[in-house]
């Protein structure tokens, strides 16, 4: 499944893809202990190997997020990441009209930069959302999560995903998170709790779940509470001091 996913969306050669299928194989078998970062990997590997798998999932500056202030911006919808076929943002584009219907003022917000940026461009010209859709191009890590602080809600439209940084990130900023249910995500996003789950490509769903979120105050509010109290889980220190006690468990079992 990597591989297919690569091909279509990286552009990687079949030949290059094979080669790297062969070898990953070949050093996961020779290993008696993994670590991944999601259980949906874990899953993977256990097809190829027989050794010791760990989880321990991608770490975030939880109390660095916390502490940064917001601005004072009207920004409901917000994008961040590479803007590359993988990431989906067409399809986000392309909910933004079903959600005018409702809410004619709507605003998305997309921070990253990317190989897809002028054929995204040209897709928010054609759906006539330039008043609508506004990118913003690649920021410094303090703005970033100033805009995460400020929004309404953050999408996540991926056709694939691993272990998504943008929605510790973003549970962490104490906000909704809408994404697809694809990979490692519902393994951390807990769907109508920390935000809400949409199929893959579908933009009806995904613009039927944000207009949800912006319409209902007191259960957005709810759904960035409990996001932000499952972020705590994913902070450094608490990775770190897992890591470490794998590490040592290890150990202490080859002695």
């Known amino acids: 499944r990597f591989y297919e996913i690569g091909r279509k969306y990286y552009g990687t050669s079949l030949f290059q893809l094979f080669n790297l299928a062969a070898l990953e194989k070949l050093a996961v078998s020779k290993v008696n202990n993994v670590i991944v970062e999601t259980p949906n990997v874990r899953r993977l590997l256990s097809k190829w190997t027989k050794s010791e798998i760990y989880v321990i999932p991608d770490g975030i500056e939880y109390k660095k997020i916390q502490g940064i202030a917001s601005k004072e911006r009207n ?123 949409f199929e893959s490509e579908n933009a009806e769903t995904l613009a039927d779940k944000i207009i949800t979120l912006l319409k209902d105050d007191k259960l957005r509010n709810a759904i960035e509470k409990a996001a ?28």
């Open 75 to 197: 920004v409901d919808v917000l994008f961040v990441g590479r803007l590359a076929k993988v990431k989906g943002i067409d399809v986000l584009i392309k909910a933004i009209p079903i959600v005018k219907k409702s809410l004619p003022s709507v605003n998305l917000y997309i921070i990253g930069y990317g190989p897809r940026e002028n054929e995204l461009k040209a897709l928010v010209k054609e759906l006539d959302l330039e008043k609508n859709v506004k990118f913003l191009g690649f920021l410094s890590e303090e703005e970033k999560f100033r805009y995460f602080k400020t929004c309404k809600v953050v999408a996540i439209p991926s056709r694939w995903e691993n272990s998504p940084i943008t929605l510790y990130e973003a549970m962490a900023a104490g906000k909704a998170v809408v994404a697809s249910n694809v990979s490692g995500i519902p393994d951390v996003l807990i769907h109508g709790k920390t935000g809400y789950l």
């Open 228 to 255: 932000e109290e499952k972020a705590k889980e994913y902070d450094w220190r608490k990775i770190v001091k897992k890591t470490v006690r794998i590490y040592k468990e290890i150990i202490s079992e080859k002695r």
